[in-house]
């Protein structure tokens, strides 16, 4: 160690600052710069950086240099998000707390995840289904993570963070494409082609089939929770010099271990279309999509099928020097079908909810580096009816290097059937049953943040926030006559504040380190008159910080080296450990069509656990080796 | 709180050892290293060499100088300050100007808005007093105005280009940059008519009809850029 220290000196003393000269490029033609692979893209050019929110943009070349095999482990790329995987298909995703706790059957239903405009929030419980998240790692364009509220454009749950996956266009994805990929926990095949299909219209057409093993039990026994799935799909975008459509399309059908070792199905797809009209002073866009969702647990088990039928237009207009208005409306039918068991049950057990809403925003221009943004969206709840939700922010960009904003805005938790209309029973007993009364939980939130780059190596984004809930869900109990059935109720309220911070260090040309940051702090409280059943933990049973520190190195002879560290605090209740893991991967870059590369996660154990038993099993250290083709 | 404490102490052990760890690896990695370009020396290039390839109706009069003005990108007026000096174009020395708004763009040939910064491109008064060519560097950014807009595939920066926007600009694309863009957005018969695919050896896409594909992914901007998904 101490030889290759000295040898690193006498080194770096060549090394450092050595970018090729400025001239060469002047010299180049255009083709020659559009061949160019550049050593970083730089995270402070990403046009988002400039929007008042936090927002993190996990991009295209993050994915691809990371471990990540699936979306959720994508996810963890982004520091203001938690992600905690709890079997091998069932991962719970939060921002800023609230992240739910399973004891009280409390979901982590506080936050939003669009796939290119689709939401994938299933209605039933307000959460994430995590088994339908997958896309083609290799056409994701980025991912916007935000944390904090996002109701005013996105609507109701978007009450913690917003994640939007956004898949490339289609003419930027020509050609063939394989990957295959090989380990002790994951195997899969991919394939896409993409080609033109007139001058004005292109398509690509993919379809992938992996496998992902089990879990341990904390009894050091399979968790038979092994799945797999098959997943196919396309996209086409086509234009005129004004207009332009995109239509794709997903399919998908899977099967799941379960916990007797029978196997559960999972079947759906979508279709979305979505129009858009270019104008010199307004953009016009129309989308609608179509979505199916089925389960099925094994035989005699829980079984649902969503259908989702979702129209939206917007109009973005340029009024005046200052004014930037946006504007639309949307309606959404949820069409649903559980299949009840006798100790789970939805009454009525079908149904169809309408979600309707309308909202405008306006971006004023008060001087040339200050902007007011303001908005309000309307949103009818099935439940609730219809409830407003507003938004104000401040920027201000101070001379190109720094953005500082301050926010405050309003979001809700919508009700669902499961606080609405589930029963419970043991035997014949019903020990809950949904409350019709049930409001939605709320929050009023207040952030500050600031985003800048000090030096032309250096970024960093801080976020200040401090959240005011009301009407927290909590379980309560009758007092006349008998204690049963117990019910849902929203008598907790409380705040929370905290920090999330990322930055970016571009140390030399060929190594850029980025640590990243989330510090919440929870006060909340039981309002009078609650039962006070379960506690107070019944809300989140979150760490109080997760922190993470990301390195990219470009090494000699076409490799790279990327490692991810990840620090989760302790949970409270129920306990767990804090814990630390890592995630690598070692990439080859054979020759412009082959990528090889040998990666892992959770390296540092051979079986941790992110959520404590029974809720979460033991996740296995997953290694795997995986070539990309291009052709 | 006690956890954030260890925690830090691990963060400042870990930086020391991450110190080690870079003078260790500085050992094997410049070779590698020595021949790339940051994302923003390569688009200070693309700037100055547009220039080659775009006719402005005015050019060619008086001394003034070729002047690229940058709005909310200071790497790249970085960049452009290494590479201009002692550079022309058509024999009028190339500078950058730092601009702060549309108010200070004097008779700049070229306008660069950095990412996040197109929306202002908007406020633009349809016919500009004089002709300039607007270069953007985000996701809709041909949209909001620009005449030819940066793209980052594949860890390579790319373009795409309005010929509408030129057209109104009053600016003549020559069929060469056309080549090279990942596509082109109206015009149909001007890039048809100028599209030589046998002339692009580094095109990656090669191909007239490729390049006339069109839709922009409307993905994106939240809150300030204001497009909702």
Same mark, same amino acid.
């Given at each position: 160690?101490?030889?290759?220290?000295?040898?690193? =000196?006498?080194?770096?003393?060549?090394?450092?600052?050595?970018?090729?000269?400025?001239?060469?490029?002047?010299?180049?033609?255009?083709?020659?710069?559009?061949?160019?692979?550049?050593?970083?893209?730089?995270? &402070? %050019?990403?046009?988002?950086?400039?929007?008042?929110?936090?927002?993190?943009?996990?991009?295209?070349?993050?994915?691809?240099? @990371?471990? =990540?095999?699936?979306?959720?482990?994508?996810?963890?790329?982004?520091?203001?998000?938690?992600?905690?995987?709890?079997? @091998? &298909?069932?991962?719970?995703? !939060?921002?800023?707390?609230?992240?739910?706790?399973?004891?009280?059957?409390?979901?982590?239903?506080?936050?939003?995840?669009?796939?290119?405009?689709? !939401?994938?929030?299933?209605?039933?419980? !307000?959460?994430?289904?995590?088994?339908?998240?997958?896309?083609?790692?290799?056409?994701?364009?980025?991912?916007?993570?935000?944390?904090?509220?996002?109701?005013?454009?996105?609507?109701?749950?978007?009450?913690?963070?917003?994640?939007?996956?956004?898949?490339?266009?289609?003419?930027?994805?020509?050609?063939?494409?394989?990957?295959?990929?090989?380990?002790?926990?994951?195997?899969?095949?991919?394939?896409?082609?993409?080609?033109?299909?007139?001058?004005?219209?292109?398509?690509?057409?993919?379809?992938?089939?992996?496998?992902?093993?089990?879990?341990?039990?904390?009894?050091?026994?399979?968790?038979?929770?092994?799945?797999?799935?098959?997943?196919?799909?396309?996209?086409?975008?086509?234009?005129?010099?004004?207009?332009?459509?995109?239509?794709?399309?997903?399919?998908?059908?899977?099967?799941?271990?379960?916990?007797?070792?029978?196997?559960?199905?999972?079947?759906?797809?979508?279709?979305?279309?979505?129009?858009?009209?270019?104008?010199?002073?307004?953009?016009? /866009?129309?989308?609608?999509?179509?979505?199916?969702?089925?389960?099925?647990?094994?035989?005699?088990?829980?079984?649902?099928?969503?259908?989702?039928?979702?129209?939206?237009?917007?109009?973005?207009?340029?009024?005046?020097?200052?004014?930037?208005?946006?504007?639309?409306?949307?309606?959404?039918?949820?069409?649903?079908?559980?299949?009840?068991?006798?100790?789970?049950?939805?009454?009525?057990?079908?149904?169809?909810?309408?979600?309707?809403?309308?909202?405008?925003?306006?971006?004023?221009?008060?001087?040339?580096?200050?902007?007011?943004?303001?908005?309000?969206?309307?949103?009818?709840?099935?439940?609730?009816?219809?409830?407003?939700?507003?938004?104000?922010?401040?920027?201000?960009?101070?001379?190109?290097?720094?953005?500082?904003?301050?926010?405050?805005?309003?979001?809700?938790? &919508?009700?669902?059937?499961?606080?609405?209309?589930?029963?419970?029973?043991?035997?014949?007993?019903?020990?809950?049953?949904?409350?019709?009364?049930?409001?939605?939980?709320?929050?009023?939130?207040?952030?500050?943040?600031?985003?800048? /780059?000090? @030096?032309?190596?250096?970024?960093?984004?801080? =976020?200040?926030?401090?959240?005011?809930?009301?009407?927290?869900?909590?379980?309560?109990?009758?007092?006349?006559?008998?204690?049963?059935?117990?019910?849902?109720?929203?008598?907790?309220?409380?705040?929370?504040?905290?920090?999330?911070?990322?930055?970016?260090? /571009?140390?030399?040309?060929?190594?850029?380190?980025?640590?990243?940051?989330?510090?919440?702090?929870?006060?909340?409280?039981?309002?009078?008159?609650?039962?006070?059943?379960?506690?107070?933990?019944?809300?989140?049973?979150?760490?109080?910080?997760?922190?993470?520190?990301?390195?990219?190195?470009?090494?000699?002879?076409?490799? @790279?080296?990327?490692?991810?560290?990840?620090?989760?605090?302790?949970?409270?209740?129920?306990?767990?450990?804090?814990?630390?893991?890592?995630?690598?991967?070692? $990439?080859?870059?054979? %020759?412009?069509?082959?990528?090889?590369?040998?990666?892992?996660?959770?390296?540092?154990?051979?079986?941790?656990?992110?959520?404590?038993?029974?809720?979460?099993?033991?996740?296995?250290?997953?290694?795997?080796?995986?070539?990309?083709?291009?052709? | 709180?006690?956890?954030?404490?260890?925690?830090?102490?691990?963060? %400042?052990?870990?930086?020391?050892?991450?110190?080690?760890?870079?003078?260790?690896?500085?050992?094997?990695?410049?070779?590698?290293?020595?021949?790339?370009?940051?994302?923003?020396?390569?688009?200070?290039?693309?700037?100055?060499?547009?220039?080659?390839?775009?006719?402005?109706?005015?050019?060619?009069?008086? &001394?003034?100088?070729?002047?690229?003005?940058?709005? $909310?990108?200071?790497?790249?007026?970085?960049?452009?300050?290494?590479?201009?000096?002692?550079?022309?174009?058509?024999?009028?020395?190339?500078?950058?100007?730092?601009?702060?708004?549309?108010?200070?763009?004097?008779?700049? /040939?070229?306008?660069?808005?950095?990412?996040?910064?197109?929306?202002?491109?908007?406020?633009?008064?349809?016919?500009?007093?004089?002709?300039?060519?607007?270069?953007?560097?985000?996701?809709?950014?041909?949209?909001?105005?620009?005449?030819?807009?940066?793209?980052?595939?594949?860890?390579?920066?790319?373009?795409?280009?309005?010929?509408?926007? =030129?057209?109104?600009?009053?600016?003549?694309?020559?069929?060469?940059?056309?080549?090279?863009?990942?596509?082109?957005?109206?015009?149909?018969?001007?890039?048809?008519?100028?599209?030589?695919?046998?002339?692009?050896?580094?095109?990656?896409?090669?191909?007239?009809?490729?390049?006339?594909?069109?839709?922009?992914?409307?993905?994106?901007?939240?809150?300030?850029?204001?497009?909702?998904?």
């Amino acid at each position: 160690m101490t030889c290759s220290l000295l040898l690193g =000196a006498l080194h770096s003393t060549l090394a450092r600052g050595e970018a090729a000269p400025a001239d060469d490029l002047a010299r180049m033609s255009l083709g020659e710069l559009a061949n160019i692979e550049v050593t970083s893209v730089s995270k &402070s %050019s990403e046009g988002l950086q400039r929007a008042p929110a936090a927002i993190y943009v996990i991009t295209h070349d993050d994915i691809q240099r @990371s471990a =990540a095999t699936n979306i959720p482990e994508a996810l963890r790329l982004a520091p203001n998000l938690l992600v905690t995987q709890t079997a @091998s &298909s069932a991962y719970v995703i !939060s921002a800023r707390g609230f992240g739910g706790n399973p004891n009280a059957q409390n979901f982590a239903n506080k936050l939003l995840i669009l796939i290119d405009g689709r !939401s994938v929030y299933t209605p039933l419980f !307000s959460g994430i289904y995590a088994n339908t998240l997958d896309v083609m790692l290799q056409d994701v364009e980025r991912i916007e993570v935000i944390s904090g509220v996002g109701a005013t454009l996105w609507g109701a749950n978007a009450m913690n963070g917003v994640i939007n996956i956004i898949t490339r266009a289609s003419y930027l994805t020509q050609g063939s494409f394989v990957d295959a990929a090989a380990g002790n926990q994951v195997q899969e095949l991919g394939a896409r082609y993409g080609d033109r299909i007139n001058g004005d219209a292109t398509f690509r057409a993919y379809g992938f089939e992996f496998h992902r093993g089990a879990m341990e039990t904390a009894g050091g026994t399979t968790a038979h929770d092994g799945w797999s799935k098959g997943q196919g799909g396309f996209r086409t975008d086509w234009s005129t010099d004004r207009d332009s459509l995109t239509v794709q399309g997903d399919f998908y059908r899977g099967t799941e271990n379960m916990l007797d070792n029978s196997d559960g199905m999972l079947f759906g797809g979508n279709l979305l279309a979505r129009y858009q009209n270019h104008g010199a002073r307004s953009d016009f /866009q129309v989308q609608a999509y179509f979505d199916q969702n089925e389960q099925f647990g094994p035989a005699g088990g829980t079984a649902f099928v969503v259908h989702t039928y979702d129209l939206e237009v917007q109009q973005t207009i340029a009024a005046g020097a200052s004014n930037r208005i946006i504007w639309g409306g949307g309606e959404r039918v949820y069409a649903y079908g559980i299949t009840n068991t006798a100790s789970l049950l939805f009454e009525p057990p079908s149904h169809d909810l309408t979600l309707g809403d309308a909202f405008i925003q306006d971006t004023l221009a008060l001087a040339s580096s200050v902007n007011f943004i303001f908005g309000i969206k309307y949103e009818d709840d099935p439940f609730s009816g219809w409830m407003p939700l507003p938004d104000a922010r401040l920027s201000w960009d101070i001379n190109g290097h720094a953005t500082m904003w301050a926010a405050a805005s309003r979001a809700i938790r &919508s009700p669902t059937p499961f606080d609405d209309e589930v029963v419970e029973k043991v035997g014949p007993f019903t020990y809950l049953a949904g409350n019709t009364q049930f409001r939605p939980e709320q929050v009023t939130a207040y952030e500050i943040g600031t985003r800048a /780059q000090p @030096s032309p190596d250096v970024s960093l984004s801080v =976020a200040a926030f401090c959240n005011v809930y009301d009407d927290l869900r909590t379980i309560e109990h009758r007092v006349a006559k008998s204690f049963f059935p117990l019910y849902w109720g929203n008598l907790m309220r409380g705040d929370t504040f905290g920090i999330d911070a990322w930055g970016n260090w /571009q140390i030399n040309n060929w190594w850029r380190l980025s640590p990243g940051v989330t510090w919440v702090r929870e006060r909340l409280e039981f309002r009078a008159g609650a039962s006070q059943l379960l506690g107070i933990a019944q809300a989140a049973d979150d760490p109080s910080s997760h922190a993470t520190l990301t390195s990219s190195m470009n090494l000699p002879h076409h490799t @790279s080296f990327d490692a991810s560290l990840r620090y989760v605090g302790a949970l409270p209740e129920p306990g767990l450990q804090h814990y630390y893991e890592l995630d690598a991967r070692y $990439g080859w870059q054979v %020759s412009e069509k082959v990528n090889l590369s040998l990666s892992g996660t959770n390296l540092l154990h051979e079986r941790h656990t992110e959520l404590p038993a029974p809720f979460g099993e033991q996740i296995t250290r997953s290694v795997m080796a995986e070539a990309r083709w291009k052709f | 709180m006690h956890s954030i404490h260890r925690f830090s102490r691990c963060l %400042s052990a870990g930086a020391v050892l991450l110190q080690l760890v870079a003078g260790s690896l500085a050992v094997i990695a410049p070779a590698h290293a020595a021949d790339e370009y940051s994302e923003d020396a390569v688009k200070a290039a693309y700037l100055y060499r547009f220039a080659g390839y775009v006719d402005w109706p005015d050019q060619g009069a008086g &001394s003034e100088p070729f002047t690229i003005a940058v709005l $909310g990108s200071p790497a790249v007026v970085q960049e452009l300050r290494h590479l201009l000096p002692n550079l022309s174009v058509n024999h009028h020395p190339a500078e950058v100007r730092e601009v702060r708004g549309l108010h200070d763009l004097g008779r700049a /040939q070229i306008l660069y808005v950095g990412a996040g910064h197109a929306g202002i491109l908007r406020t633009l008064t349809p016919v500009q007093d004089h002709p300039m060519l607007l270069v953007t560097d985000e996701e809709g950014g041909l949209d909001a105005g620009g005449v030819l807009n940066f793209l980052t595939v594949d860890r390579r920066v790319r373009f795409e280009v309005s010929l509408t926007a =030129a057209e109104r600009a009053r600016l003549k694309i020559s069929s060469e940059l056309l080549t090279v863009a990942v596509r082109v957005l109206g015009g149909r018969r001007q890039s048809r008519d100028g599209c030589v695919p046998q002339a692009a050896p580094n095109s990656v896409d090669g191909d007239c009809a490729v390049r006339e594909a069109r839709g922009l992914p409307h993905d994106s901007p939240s809150f300030g850029a204001g497009r909702r998904r």
